[in-house]
């Protein structure tokens, strides 16, 4: 960091497990993923092609190559995945990520319907060669997946070799573990990680009232996904007390709490 500042919450250093940043590009021009990189690859772990952009994304070689060169490692959207599923090119889907030497890939059922059997089999296929994140829960609002399911499939998915298993929550932040309305399930949280330990699940948070919202349960070090470019030095001033959503959250309490007194007397003389 530039200076020195006390009571900052410790951060994992990259590559790390735990406190995981994954930005969603959806279409950065290379000059734009350049600036990226330049501005905010320092706290940048991950870099998903969201949804099937890398199919018409220009420079798409040199953009995986800027990436990793910073440290940071980028991987095609489930979505993709999916397509190639679908059309029943999976090993097409392999040589695909062969080609752009991509060590690490993601394996969705959002869009279609993969018997989970057959699903944690390709989970496993692909985690003999690479590092995989495996999606739960539907892209579609109107599909409502009870808590124990949820448990169920993110469990069996670990087991069948899942670094982590990602939170669905699309770009938007509007289904998933979370309401239509972007607030989240917190009921469907609390079951969930009383069963899966937080720190292998990747939580798909777009929004910042979402991002604080995990912040504040889980602490700095909660793993965030779908995170638009010019919102990971936003989010790491979140994860560090340094914006007012958070700023209590991370300062001993005795400090914290005659702060928040004096600032309380202080309202109380202007209403006087």
């Known amino acids: 960091m530039n200076f020195k500042l006390s009571y900052i919450p410790k951060r994992s250093e990259k590559p790390r497990n735990k406190g995981v ?3 969603m590009d959806k279409g950065l021009g290379l000059k734009e993923t350049e600036h990226f990189i330049e501005a905010s690859g320092h706290l940048t772990d991950l870099v998903k092609f969201g949804f099937g952009t890398s199919y018409v994304t220009n420079n798409l070689e040199e ?15 489930g979505t993709l995945f999916e397509a190639f599923y679908a059309r ?3 090993d097409d889907y392999v040589k695909l990520l062969d080609k752009f030497d991509l060590d690490l890939a993601e394996v969705s059922d959002g869009s279609i319907i993969i018997p989970h059997d057959e699903k944690c089999e390709l989970i496993s296929k692909l985690a003999k060669t690479r590092t995989v994140l495996s999606e739960v829960g539907s892209k579609d609002s109107g599909i409502l997946i009870s808590p124990a399911k949820w448990v169920r499939l ?8 899942s670094w982590k298993v990602i939170a669905e929550g699309r770009e938007a932040g ?8 972007g607030t989240a399930h917190t009921l469907l949280i609390n079951r969930i990680i009383a069963k899966v330990a937080p720190e292998n699940i990747l939580w798909e948070a777009p929004q910042k009232n979402q991002q604080v919202w995990f912040i504040k349960l889980f602490g700095a070090e909660v793993n965030l996904g779908n995170i638009g470019p010019g919102d990971v030095i936003p989010l790491e001033c979140l994860r560090l007390g340094l914006r007012g959503d958070t700023f209590f959250d991370f300062l001993p309490k005795d400090f914290s709490d005659r702060l928040k007194q004096v600032n309380d007397d202080e309202e109380v003389e202007d209403e006087g």
Not at 63 to 76: D, Q, S, T, V
Not at 154 to 161: D, F
Request: hydrophobic fraction near 40%; charged fraction near 20%; glycine fraction near 14%.
């Open 21 to 23: 940043t994954m930005m």
């Open 63 to 77: 953009k995986i190559k800027l990436y990793k060169e910073a440290g940071i490692r980028p991987y095609f959207g």
């Open 88 to 90: 029943g090119k999976f």
């Open 154 to 161: 993110m469990s069996a998915e670990l087991q069948a070799g």
């Open 174 to 181: 509007n289904v998933g573990v979370f309401r239509p309305n």
